[in-house]
């Protein structure tokens, strides 16, 4: 077997059909308009916070601004910014986790039940759009064409 039969099967092995991108980008884009929405209620509010939750209510604000445009990057260019796909998850999955076990804290931890429904729905919208680009090939080292 020559060196021009083994490459077309390892680029169709890797490739992403057209139908699994799209589904990925719009999963991404649902996700980048939810933070998006939630940065604008956030800023919103920041005028009436109180004081000593103004830093925290923008600190969180401004993240859901950067994790819309982490959203809108990876939709665009799925497979070709390793890492961010995996820091992403982590941060959505473990949110959720924490947030499932203060849902049984005494006293209730506030929000603790929307942080599960929303960063869970998250992470699984990311873990799905990950599958489906198959973005994990982002780590393997560039092959030199011939």
């Not at 099967?9 to 699994?20: H, L, Q, Y």
């Not at 933070?35 to 509010?45: H, P, W």
């Not at 103004?54 to 809108?72: D, M, N, P, Q, S």
């Amino acid at each position: 077997m020559s060196s021009t039969t083994i490459a077309p099967a390892i680029a169709t092995r890797s490739a992403v059909t057209p139908w699994r991108r799209r589904l990925a980008s719009g999963l991404l884009a649902v996700a980048a308009i939810s933070a998006l929405g939630s940065a604008a209620v956030d800023i919103a509010g920041l005028a009436t916070a109180d004081p000593e939750l103004k830093v925290l209510e923008a600190w969180r604000a401004y993240g859901l601004v950067v994790f819309a445009g982490l959203f809108i990057l990876l939709a665009l260019r799925p497979r070709a910014m390793r890492g961010v796909w995996e820091l992403a998850i982590f941060d959505k999955a473990a949110l959720t986790l924490t947030a499932a076990a203060w849902l049984s804290a005494e006293p209730p931890v506030a929000g603790a039940t929307a942080v599960v429904a929303i960063d869970g729905a998250l992470t699984v919208l990311l873990v799905a759009a990950y599958l489906l680009t198959r973005a994990w090939t982002a780590w393997r080292p560039a092959r030199a064409s011939a």
